[in-house]
């Protein structure tokens, strides 16, 4: 199985740039996703790594390095409407591939 | 719609009360997916339904939790005898297929999800 961590809250300025990190531990790597969730509202994809290296959407960016079990994602020109909860989630091979998701990151852009 | 469509949005019952909540999942994908997310808490893999296979239930908590899946489309989480800690919300997501399977990245399309109190 899989033991997922991220940290919990973050803050930053908008206009700035940040990087939410995750870390897991896994026997048979699927694949590493991203989603975005605004307060009561559902999960939203952001991304998707599989190979290692990084993955630029606009403003987004996410990166994986398979070796150390390690996974950022960089939102860059950040603007209020970025703070949400930040999800990572793995999928593991061996059984299902249903992925597990770690607790979330609270970003919280202020002015 | 084209969404993923969950009922009801908001449910307050009483414990020892059943309650089922339904998930329509966008047409054509064939998985579907309920995890549950209780406050400050991750999402918690609950069941999946694949076609016509057999469900994989390995994250259902107790045997109060039960789900089905009629006609490969709408599926039902059903909790019998509700207790207060299976307050929370219940959300159900499809995809067109499975992580890493070849057909692209098999994301999670979420619905709104069903907030559960039980009093």
């Known amino acids: 199985g899989q033991n997922i961590d991220q940290p919990t809250e973050m803050t930053a300025t908008e206009g700035a740039i940040v990087q939410i990190n995750c870390t897991y531990q896994t026997s048979g790597f699927n694949g590493l996703f991203w989603y975005q969730q605004h307060a009561g509202e559902a999960p939203t994809f952001l991304s998707y790594n599989v190979l290692d290296g990084l993955e630029e959407k606009g403003r987004f960016s996410s990166f994986l390095s398979r070796s150390k079990g390690y996974s950022y994602l960089l939102l860059k020109e950040l603007q209020m409407k970025d703070s949400a909860s930040y999800l990572c989630a793995v999928s593991e091979t061996g059984g299902s591939y249903i992925p597990t998701f770690g607790r979330g990151t609270s970003l919280i852009v202020h002015p | 719609g084209a969404g993923v469509s969950q009922s009801p949005s908001n449910k307050v019952t009483e414990k020892g009360k059943d309650v089922e909540l339904r998930c329509d999942p966008i047409s054509g994908h064939t998985a579907l997916y309920w995890y549950r997310q209780s406050l400050g808490q991750g999402l918690e893999f609950l069941i999946y339904?694949?076609?016509?296979?057999?469900?994989?239930k390995s994250g259902l908590p107790s045997d109060r939790f039960s789900a089905e899946r009629t006609g490969g489309s709408v599926s039902t989480l059903t909790i019998q005898r509700t207790q207060q800690e299976d307050s929370a919300v219940y959300l159900c997501a499809s995809s067109l297929a499975l992580p890493g399977t070849g057909n692209g990245a098999g994301e999670l399309f979420f619905g709104e999800g069903s907030r559960l109190t039980v009093l």
């Open positions: 339904f694949q076609g016509n296979s057999a469900p994989d």
